[in-house]
């Protein structure tokens, strides 16, 4: 039997035992409760785990579908901006003339001189997307038209100014993307159009091409200095060199070609030989749609045509610098002084060269009316007035010295007139607005181009020279200011006040 110290060792070992489970058995209940702790933990994260994950799917779908939809936009946009290109040809016709033998013989210049330039260009692009028929060549031509002609008569190239209105007009009709533009007189009209035109085909982004003929004159240089670090600009902008080129348009690394079968390549100059002065040709053009205007050739005696002139631009570069039209005897040299002088109808004496100034906005001014005085001649000039009513005394006749149209002209022509009795009779016609306003270019006439007196004319609403087509004619003491004078069969114009 066992004894009472056995049993005594067995019970303490059976309680050190099963104290040992014991704490095994918390310690497995406190990792089983841990697990569980984890197990909802990690439930949890994955939970919100899958929905970051289905908002990230639904964010990449979205993206997916906004994505196709800019790209189709895209190419919506690509096909509308490439689906009319069209290539441009600006031309400062003042300094990039056509070849000489296009513009002797208009009928059929004209038109060829059109299909050389759409020729040359599709050249040009040629090998290039833009190297296509179906791409429409836009050409637009700004020139001072009267004073071109005239200095291609002077130069000897055209036998008459007609020829060059007949060759603008034909040229705008041989196509219906060509336009020869008259922008008539002023020294910054064809620089102006050149300017705007350029940087409303480079804002245009159909316009994929821009040739432009302006390297003659060095005042377009701030313009395209603009856009020397554009890579667009350069891949777009081409110079068309006519005439030698300025050495600053080569240093500005834009694309640059000639087009020598249809520009001249050397500047006009004048022919030496004499020309007799032609009839004057009529103002109206033949077809109203064409925006030029013909020439105006003096219809005075014979004498030396005014030649065309290379003179510098202002800005460095060189432009064509046209003198205006002849006519017959001023008035403003032929009244002098006191309005008496020099004014013999049948007068032999060389007279002084005729002068036309203009303004710095290109408009015509008049030398002062100055009113002949109270003497005998009112009284006579009156009493010849009075006797030959309802007719006038013809302004042609009496102030220039002829009247083309006499066998038809209903006007007085056989009446003598004293010296004073026609200086009486300019004052008079010193009263009526001009057709041409300050546009005139014609050195005989004997009309006014604005108000005689100005702003201090005293007629108010009532004067003829208030709301005319030219705008308002009352000068002020600035506008009166002259700004360039041309000379009668003088090369330059001149500044009185330089």
């Not at 102006?192 to 240089?221: E, P, T």
Request: aromatic share 8%.
């Amino acid at each position: 039997m066992p004894s009472l110290a056995n049993m005594a060792s067995s019970s303490d070992d059976l309680a050190a035992r099963f104290e040992h489970f014991f704490e095994q058995d918390a310690e497995r209940a406190k990792l089983i409760k841990l697990l569980l702790e984890k197990t909802h933990e990690y439930k949890t994260l994955l939970e919100n785990v899958n929905i970051e994950l289905e908002h990230e799917r639904e964010s990449r779908t979205r993206y997916q579908l906004e994505l196709r939809s800019l790209r189709d936009r895209n190419k919506s946009l690509d096909q509308a901006l490439n689906q009319e290109p069209y290539v441009t040809v600006l031309v400062d016709g003042d300094g990039a003339i056509f070849r000489d033998e296009l513009l002797q013989d208009p009928q059929k210049g004209a038109p060829e001189a059109a299909v050389r330039l759409r020729q040359a260009v599709r050249a040009y692009l040629k090998d290039t997307p833009l190297g296509t028929e179906h791409i429409p060549i836009i050409v637009r031509i700004f020139v001072n038209l009267n004073g071109l002609a005239r200095s291609l008569y002077a130069a000897g190239v055209v036998d008459t100014e007609s020829h060059m209105r007949t060759f603008a007009e034909l040229f705008t009709n041989s196509r219906a993307e060509f336009d020869f533009v008259n922008v008539g007189h002023g020294k910054e009209n064809a620089d102006s159009k050149m300017r705007k035109m350029l940087s409303h085909y480079y804002h245009n982004i159909q316009c994929k091409k821009i040739f432009f003929a302006g390297c003659h004159d060095n005042g377009y240089l701030h313009e395209l200095r603009q856009h020397e670090g554009d890579a667009d600009a350069k891949e777009r902008i081409v110079l068309l060199e006519t005439t030698p080129a300025q050495p600053s348009f080569t240093s500005l690394n834009f694309a640059m070609t000639r087009f020598d079968s249809v520009f001249r390549t050397e500047p006009l100059t004048s022919d030496p030989r004499q020309r007799a002065a032609a009839a004057p040709l009529s103002l109206s053009p033949t077809k109203p749609a064409v925006e030029v205007h013909p020439c105006i050739r003096p219809a005075s005696t014979p004498s030396p045509a005014p030649a065309e002139s290379i003179a510098s631009s202002g800005n460095g570069g060189i432009s064509i610098k046209y003198p205006t039209a002849a006519a017959a005897t001023s008035y403003a040299t032929a009244g002098g002084t006191n309005g008496h002088q020099n004014i013999s109808i049948t007068s032999t004496k060389p007279r002084a060269p005729r002068v036309i100034d203009y303004n710095i906005h290109g408009q015509r001014l008049d030398p002062p009316n100055r009113h002949p005085g109270q003497s005998p001649d009112q009284v006579t000039y009156k009493e010849k007035f009075e006797k030959i009513k309802p007719k006038a005394f013809c302004n042609a006749l009496y102030l220039t010295g002829r009247c083309e149209r006499q066998h038809i002209c209903p006007m007085e022509h056989g009446v003598k007139l004293t010296p004073g009795e026609v200086a009486i009779h300019r004052y008079k016609a010193r009263t009526t607005l001009c057709p041409n306003g300050p546009e005139c270019e014609i050195y005989s006439c004997y009309l006014s181009h604005h108000c005689p007196f100005g702003q201090f004319c005293q007629r108010g609403a009532d004067c003829k020279f208030g709301g005319t087509m030219f705008g308002d004619l009352h000068f002020s003491k600035s506008d009166m200011e002259v700004d360039i004078r041309w000379i009668e069969g003088s090369d330059f114009p001149v500044r009185p006040n330089p």
